[in-house]
């Protein structure tokens, strides 16, 4: 097992240090946070006024739900490097309810789908047992697959971009995914560990000098903006609730995931009741972010490339990360400062967290048991995973409850391994209790983290 450059309840050395590592988790989740009232907004139509409070609301809400998440609150909070953020899981669901009812069907349907990932929390201990080593690295593996597809799109410049693949775009991506290597390979201390950030700045000034920067937003954001409460209102539509909940059952497949590969690159076991508290928080924090007028919140998986990759695995560094998410809510004009860095610096970046993600899932299924059961629920969960990734048009045809549940290929990988491990004969998991920590087969795997922090 790789040492960690920083563990768990360390705090690094200085606050120039802190902020450095803190920025690179920000850097890492911006744009998934920003995105998605973006795509509410655009898919509504709604006025600029009201995306830009769309954005703050989500920006105000992740870094709040973050700062909760890492620190904890008795009950509440995973105490791990968790980054909360909007969810895509929720896009589907919330664009159908948004046409008919509005930005208020879409909050008061969150509010109260948020019951169901509130109430799953108390199950986890139960939902636990059916993640065994096996399962658990078939999904951490899907959510780096799932991911790099998310990081090539970047590289190329975007997707709906007409220069999309540009030599350019491509040309800055190698750059930078070239300088993130130098820094983990040869770095030594806080450059190891801050080779995202300083890997994304240099690709950053390299586009500034090109003049491949536009500042339109920044100047155009206000400099102080109050998120307001309740803003938009709410509804409760029936039909909008339902979407809801079954977003939110895809999320708890998701989430659980997502915090088993956590405690792999964190090397924290995780057994049920500390999944139930991080679950928990995911449903508070959502129904907490639709009253702030905000879409609903859950775990970020791409923030676990990051700690992969670096090997810094300290909660009060992505504390911080969310003190710089409520300012970006309150001070608009600093996220869009970060929104101006270029698709391709940060699919450099991306691609090496998230084929970190793929790295570490690909040592945990070699430690995984050597026998034609385990082989046959890798095999067929990754395929059935993989099928939805790089051909989500499979399922056009479906129905829609269909496309919101299997839309995702983590949670088709999830649910396939989970299936399989329960019909085939010689069940893996049976004797896991409760209280066992049962992240011991994933803390157990070798961690791809950097070579200095060897």
């Known amino acids: 097992m790789e040492k960690l450059l920083y563990g768990v309840e360390d705090r690094p050395p200085g606050l120039i240090t802190t902020t450095l590592l803190s920025l690179q988790h920000l850097l890492a989740a911006l744009g998934g946070i920003i995105a998605v009232p973006l795509v509410f907004g655009g898919a509504l139509k709604l006025p600029a006024d009201q995306i830009v409070a769309l954005v703050n609301a989500a920006l105000l809400g992740s870094g709040i739900v973050t700062i909760i998440q890492c620190r904890g609150v008795g009950p509440v ?11 895509f899981a929720f896009v589907g669901a919330g664009v159908s309810v948004g046409l008919e009812h509005g930005v208020p069907g879409i909050l008061g349907s969150s509010l109260v789908g948020s019951l169901v990932m509130i109430a799953g929390s108390f199950f986890m201990p139960v939902i636990r047992r059916f993640f065994p080593h096996t399962v658990t690295s078939v999904v951490v593996t899907m959510i780096g697959l799932s991911l790099t597809p998310v990081a090539v799109d970047w590289a190329a410049g975007g997707v709906g971009s007409g220069s999309y693949g540009a030599v350019g775009h491509l040309a800055i991506a190698g750059f930078v995914l070239a300088l993130v290597i130098g820094f983990v390979q040869w770095g030594k201390g806080v450059v190891s560990a801050s080779a995202v950030v300083l890997g994304i700045a240099c690709g950053y000034l390299l586009c500034l000098a090109l003049g491949l920067i536009d500042f339109t937003q920044v100047r155009e954001a206000p400099v102080f903006a109050i998120p307001q409460p309740l803003r938009f209102g709410m509804a409760f539509p029936v039909s909008g609730i339902v979407a809801m909940s079954i977003a939110f059952l895809v999320t708890i497949v998701e989430t659980t995931g997502t915090f088993m590969a956590l ?9 049920g009741k500390r999944l139930a508290s991080g679950m928990l928080c995911d449903g508070v924090g959502s129904a907490f972010a639709a009253l ?54 940060l699919g450099g970046a991306g691609l090496m967290m998230f084929a970190t993600i793929i790295s570490a899932g690909i040592r945990m299924l070699g430690s995984s048991e050597q026998s034609r059961r385990s082989s046959l629920i890798i095999a067929v969960s990754l395929g059935c995973g993989l099928a939805v990734t790089v051909r ?22 999830a649910l396939v391994a989970v299936g399989l491990n329960l019909l085939l004969p010689g069940r893996e ?8 920590p049962a992240g011991q087969g994933v803390a157990a795997a070798p961690v791809a983290a950097s070579a200095s922090a060897a």
């Open 77 to 87: 909070g995973i105490r791990l490097p968790c980054v909360m953020g909007t969810s």
């Open 429 to 436: 998991g049976q004797a896991h209790e409760e209280d066992e």
């Open 263 to 271: 405690g792999a690159a964190t090397q924290t076991p995780i057994h």
């Open 292 to 345: 702030m007028s905000s879409p609903p919140v859950s775990t970020f998986a791409q923030n676990v490339g990051v700690v992969s990759l670096t090997g810094v695995a300290s909660r009060h560094v992505v504390m911080l990360t969310g003190v710089m998410l409520l300012a970006a809510g309150l001070f608009p004009v600093l996220g869009a400062l970060v929104v101006t860095i270029p698709q391709p610096v």
């Open 392 to 413: 989500p048009d499979l399922l056009a045809r479906m129905p829609a409850f269909v496309r919101e549940v299997f839309g995702s290929g983590i949670t088709v990988g």
